[in-house]
C-alpha cells in the first residue's frame, strides 16, 4: 500500500499569515494533485504536479513537486477566510487508474 | 459541461435493503471510482475502473459491486446494507490525457438504519 502521509492534520490562523501544507510518502508518484474540499460538497481539483522540482502558483497558493517525485508542498501566502476547507493531497501512477489520498489538512482562517 | 452527477444525493436505508448509487460522467474519461468519506478518515477507494468493461477493487470492496458497461456510466450497488456502510460516498472520473486529476461528483449522503 503506497501511503501519503499529510500534516499538519488541523491548522487554525489568522488572516493574513502564510501557511504550509505537507504531503509525504516513500513511493514514487507519475502525478501529483492537490484538492480543496468544502463542507457537503467533492473535493475540487487545485493543480496537478507531474515534473520532478515543479512550482506552480495559483494566485496566492504555490505548490511544489519534490525532486524524487515522493513529495509535495502547499504554501499559501496571506491566507484568507474563504482558504478555509479541507485541503487533499494524492497521487497517481502511471496508467494505474487509481489515485491515493492523504488523510487531508483542516485549514481554519480566522477573520 | 455537467461533469460527474451522482444520484441521488441523499439515502436512508434499513439494514439488509440493497440499493444502487448511480454516476455517469459527460467528460469521456477513461477512468471512474468510487471513494467513500467518513469522519477523520479520509477518502478510501472502494472499485475503480480503466475503461468500459474492466473494473477492479480498491481498499474497501466488500459489500459493494460495480459494473461499468458504458464510458460514461458507473453505478456502485450494496448488496445489504449495513450501518457500517453508513457514509458519503463520491464518485470520481480521471484521464491520462488530463494529468490524472480527478473530477468529482458532489456525493451521496447514506444513512443505514
Known amino acids: 500500500t503506497q501511503l501519503l502521509e499529510q500534516s499538519p492534520q488541523f491548522l487554525s490562523i489568522q488572516e493574513g499569515e502564510n501557511l504550509t501544507v505537507y504531503c509525504n510518502s516513500s513511493?514514487?508518484?507519475?502525478?501529483l494533485q492537490w484538492y480543496r474540499q468544502e463542507p457537503g460538497e467533492g473535493p475540487v481539483l487545485l493543480v496537478t504536479?507531474?515534473?520532478?522540482?515543479e512550482v506552480k502558483k495559483l494566485k496566492r497558493l504555490t505548490f511544489q513537486f519534490g525532486d524524487a517525485r515522493k513529495d509535495s508542498s502547499l504554501h499559501i501566502t496571506a491566507a484568507q477566510p474563504g482558504d478555509t476547507g479541507l485541503y487533499l493531497c494524492?497521487?497517481?501512477?502511471?496508467?494505474?487508474?487509481?489515485?491515493?489520498f492523504g488523510d487531508g489538512t483542516t485549514l481554519t482562517v480566522k477573520p | 459541461n455537467a461533469g460527474v452527477t451522482q444520484t441521488p444525493k441523499f439515502q436512508v436505508l434499513k439494514t439488509g435493503q440493497s440499493m444502487t448509487l448511480q454516476c455517469a460522467q459527460d467528460?469521456?474519461?477513461?477512468?471512474m471510482s468510487w471513494y467513500r468519506q467518513d469522519p477523520g478518515m479520509g477518502l478510501r477507494l472502494i472499485h475503480y475502473?480503466?475503461?468500459?468493461?474492466?473494473?477492479d477493487q480498491g481498499e474497501v470492496p466488500n459489500g459493494y459491486n460495480v459494473s461499468r458497461s458504458t464510458t460514461e456510466d458507473f453505478p456502485l450497488r450494496l448488496l445489504s446494507a449495513a450501518p457500517s456502510q453508513t457514509s458519503v460516498y463520491f464518485c470520481?472520473?480521471?484521464?491520462?490525457?488530463?494529468?490524472?486529476?480527478?473530477?468529482f461528483g458532489s456525493g451521496t449522503r447514506l444513512t443505514v438504519v
Open positions: 504536479v507531474v515534473t520532478g522540482g
Open positions: 467528460m469521456n474519461h477513461e477512468y
Open positions: 513511493s514514487v508518484f507519475s502525478s
Open positions: 494524492a497521487g497517481a501512477r502511471l496508467w494505474a487508474g487509481k489515485s491515493t
Open positions: 475502473s480503466v475503461g468500459a468493461g474492466i473494473t
Open positions: 470520481a472520473s480521471s484521464s491520462p490525457r488530463t494529468g490524472y486529476g480527478y473530477t
